[in-house]
């Protein structure tokens, strides 16, 4: 295994970490689309929901979390991050735990723009 995929897949054991003591209830890692296996198996392993969209032949980002953070992040039906509206853009980066008011002004210049 690479070091650059097994410093994914341990940017993505911490990530569980961070799940399993409540820091956050919604993570999302884009990774190689090798690691897609292992990744599937770790998450049904610990239970956890995910959803995984395909950015092209190499990438793909996996979104995990408790389900009701899933279920959101399906109801936004996007075939691409850049294809939010800024009320979902808004939603999403609350439950992945970015700064509140970083993403007020985001969604401000966003709406606004």
Known sequence: MSIEKRRELDVFIHMIYELDKGVRILSLLTTS????????????ECGYDYMIEYLNEKMINVYFGN????????????????????????????????????????????KIA
């Not at 939010?84 to 969604?107: A, H, M, W």
């Open 33 to 44: 689309y090798d690691n897609e296996e292992v990744i599937r198996e770790k998450l049904e």
């Open 67 to 110: 389900r009701d953070s899933i279920k959101v992040v399906k109801s936004f039906n996007k075939s691409s991050l850049s294809h939010l509206s800024p009320e979902e853009d808004f939603i999403l980066g609350v439950l992945l735990g970015y700064n509140t008011e970083k993403q007020c002004q985001r969604y401000l210049n966003r």
